[in-house]
Structures are given as structure tokens and as C-alpha cells.
């Protein structure tokens, strides 16, 4: 099964995403764990995305739809995939047709995180990061036994640089501007499951099972 995770930012997408890792056995192929693989690595697209990661800005679309090129024809996707923060723009979401389609392949169901912006803000201000082993952590929902330190390893916890507060409110207003007319996009072809990113995660995992084990095919309009 072919899946794409949709949503804002804070959504949810790569909590849901791991979990359909771990049940379905298929890869998750997250673009934002991608660039910033790049930005640590200081790889030349590593060095150019960063500014524009930081700024929250999108990075180019001819330089996301190469990484994914590449990742989707890797032998561990032959029996599906969990696109998570990508397409994110019309021109994305057409190419990513295309470059299915000649690996005769196609997006099977989109599950679409829907989440109020107060709690959107809340969920990426408290997201936090094990900066050695990279767990994560949330200081209201999840947080962990000593202040700022990571439960599994004892290293120091570290906000993500684009969960700045100057730059949550530009991402937010990126997902409305570029991203959210995608919704209209995917439901005009029969693939948008809209479902409550609110609510415990694993009240939304069940959600997204129900629709993955319909095959897509379910009533969530
Ligand atoms: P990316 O990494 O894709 O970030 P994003 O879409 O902004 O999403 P996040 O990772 O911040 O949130 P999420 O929805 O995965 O939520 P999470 O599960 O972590 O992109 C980063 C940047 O890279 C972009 O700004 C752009 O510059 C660039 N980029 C990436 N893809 C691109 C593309 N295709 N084109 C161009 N540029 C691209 O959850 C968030 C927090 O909430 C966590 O603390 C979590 O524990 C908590 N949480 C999750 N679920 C719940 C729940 N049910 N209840 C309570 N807390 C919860």
C-alpha cells in the first residue's frame, strides 16, 4: 500500500508514520528527516537547505522530488510506502504522478491529520529531542522523568531549530499559502481520508488503521 501522510506541521505525521512503520512493515520516506539527514551531514544540499529550513520556508520542489526519486526506487519500497511531508505543493504532488507512474506504481490513499492551530502551536513549542540519541519528547504530553534530560541515554535535550516560535508561525503560514490546497487536489481524485489528529495517539493510530484495512476504500470523507 502507497500512502501519503498529510497535514500541517505538528500534525502528527511522523508519530503515525513510525507506527505504520512498525505495523505494515513498509518504509516511511519523511523528506523533512531527509534534509535535515543532509543539513547535519553539511552536504552542499545540506549547507543550502538549511537557511531555508530555518526560515520555514519550502525548499525547492526540483530538489525534494530528486530525493525522492531516488528513495522510492530503492528495493525497499516495492511493497509500498508512507510518504510523510511530501508533496507539499501542487507541482510536487503532479510530479510525484508522474514518477509513479512510470514505475507503474500509484498513491493508494492520502490520510489527512486535522488539527487546530492553538494545539498545532503547542505541540511543536514543547517538541523536544535527545540530542545524542535523538528520542523524542514533548515538555506537556510527553515529558521526561529529569528536566531536559533524556530518559534512555541521560544526554541533554534540544528543541529543533525550525520549532522556534517566529518560524512555527511562518511554517503555519507556508502549510496555508502552498500546502493546504492540496486537500481539494487529492479529494477531487478520490484518495483524501480526512481523519481527528486530536485526540490520544493511539485513538489516531486505530483511525488510520480503519482506513488503511478498507484499503483506502472507507467512508471518511
Ligand atoms: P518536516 O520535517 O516535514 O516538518 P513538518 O511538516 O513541519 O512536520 P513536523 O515534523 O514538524 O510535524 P509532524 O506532523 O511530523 O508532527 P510530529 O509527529 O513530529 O519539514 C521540515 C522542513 O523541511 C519544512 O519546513 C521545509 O523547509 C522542508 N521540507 C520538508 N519537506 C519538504 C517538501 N516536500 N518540499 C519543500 N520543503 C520541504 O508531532 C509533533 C509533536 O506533537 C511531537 O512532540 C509529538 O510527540 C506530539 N504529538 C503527536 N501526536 C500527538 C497527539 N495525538 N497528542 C499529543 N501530542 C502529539
Known amino acids: 500500500m502507497n500512502i501519503v501522510l498529510f497535514g500541517p506541521p505538528g500534525s502528527g505525521k511522523g508519530t503515525q508514520a513510525q507506527?505504520?512503520?512498525?505495523?505494515?512493515?513498509?518504509?516511511?520516506?519523511?523528506?523533512?528527516?531527509?534534509?535535515?539527514?543532509?543539513?547535519?551531514?553539511?552536504?552542499?544540499?545540506?549547507?543550502?537547505a538549511k537557511s531555508i529550513m530555518d526560515s520555514g520556508a519550502l525548499v525547492?520542489?526540483?530538489?525534494?522530488?530528486g530525493l525522492v526519486k531516488e528513495r522510492i526506487s530503492?528495493?525497499?519500497?516495492?511493497?509500498?510506502f508512507i510518504l510523510d511531508g511530501f508533496p507539499r505543493t501542487i507541482p510536487q504532488a503532479d510530479s510525484l504522478s508522474?514518477?509513479?507512474?512510470?514505475?507503474k506504481k500509484s498513491v493508494d490513499l492520502v490520510v489527512s491529520l486535522e488539527v487546530d492551530t492553538i494545539e498545532l502551536i503547542r505541540r511543536l513549542s514543547g517538541r523536544r529531542a535527545c540530542s545524542a540519541c535523538g528520542k523524542g519528547y514533548h515538555v506537556l504530553y510527553n515529558s521526561p522523568k529529569?528536566?531536559?534530560t533524556c530518559d534512555a541515554c541521560g544526554a541533554a535535550l534540544v528543541q529543533r531549530a525550525d520549532d522556534a516560535e517566529e518560524t512555527v508561525t511562518n511554517r503555519?503560514?507556508?502549510?496555508?499559502?502552498q500546502t493546504s490546497a492540496l486537500k481539494s487536489y487529492f479529494k477531487e481524485l478520490g484518495l483524501l481520508h480526512s481523519v481527528s489528529g486530536t485526540g490520544t495517539i493511539a485513538e489516531i493510530q486505530a483511525s488510520i488503521v480503519s482506513i488503511i484495512e478498507a484499503g483506502g476504500t472507507g467512508d471518511h470523507p
Do not use: H, W
Not at 21 to 37: A, F, K
Not at 98 to 103: G, K, P, S, V
Open 19 to 48: 507506527f505504520i512503520v512498525e505495523r505494515y512493515n513498509i518504509p516511511q520516506i519523511s523528506t523533512g528527516d531527509m534534509l535535515r539527514s543532509a543539513v547535519k551531514a553539511k552536504s552542499p544540499l545540506g549547507l543550502m
Open 60 to 65: 525547492s520542489d526540483d530538489i525534494v522530488l
Open 74 to 80: 530503492n528495493d525497499d519500497c516495492q511493497n509500498g
Open 98 to 103: 508522474e514518477l509513479l507512474l512510470d514505475i
Open 146 to 148: 529529569v528536566a531536559d
Open 172 to 177: 503555519l503560514k507556508v502549510y496555508d499559502e
